[in-house]
């Protein structure tokens, strides 16, 4: 049964870091695409990073280059992502999600139609 499960979530002051993990199971993260997306309050789910994970490109939503790194532990079947300098505007549910096919590109467009999601976890930023 494949099943994504968010944690590291919490509340953090701006400027603070917090680091979010995705446990995998059920398949083996390795070879393929998976990405993090995130829901503010009210808003439209929206991309955050995609990471090509046999290659290791990664692309980043530009709202968080340079602050946010995804990175993956293939002994724990997990990916992360480390979130620097944390804003306000980083608020929001964080998910991580794959549709287990493995691709070249970095791109994020799969996951319109990804049937597997995990249940997030909540970031809120204090100002």
């Known amino acids: 049964q494949v099943q994504l499960v968010e944690s590291g979530g919490g509340l953090v002051q701006a400027g603070g870091s917090l680091r979010l993990s995705c446990a995998a199971s059920g398949f083996t993260l390795d070879h393929l695409n998976m990405g993090w997306f995130r829901q503010a309050p009210g808003k439209e789910r929206e991309e955050v990073s995609c990471i090509n994970i046999a290659y290791g490109n990664v692309n980043y939503v530009d709202s968080v280059k340079g602050r946010f790194t995804v990175s993956i532990d293939r002994s724990k079947n997990t990916m992360m992502l480390t979130m620097n300098n944390l804003k306000p505007e980083d608020t929001a549910v964080y998910y991580c999600?794959?549709?287990?096919?493995?691709?070249?590109?970095?791109?994020?467009?799969?996951?319109?139609?990804?049937?597997?999601w995990g249940k997030g976890t909540l970031v809120t930023v204090s100002s």
């Open positions: 999600a794959t549709d287990l096919v493995p691709r070249l590109s970095t791109s994020c467009a799969w996951a319109r139609g990804a049937d597997y």
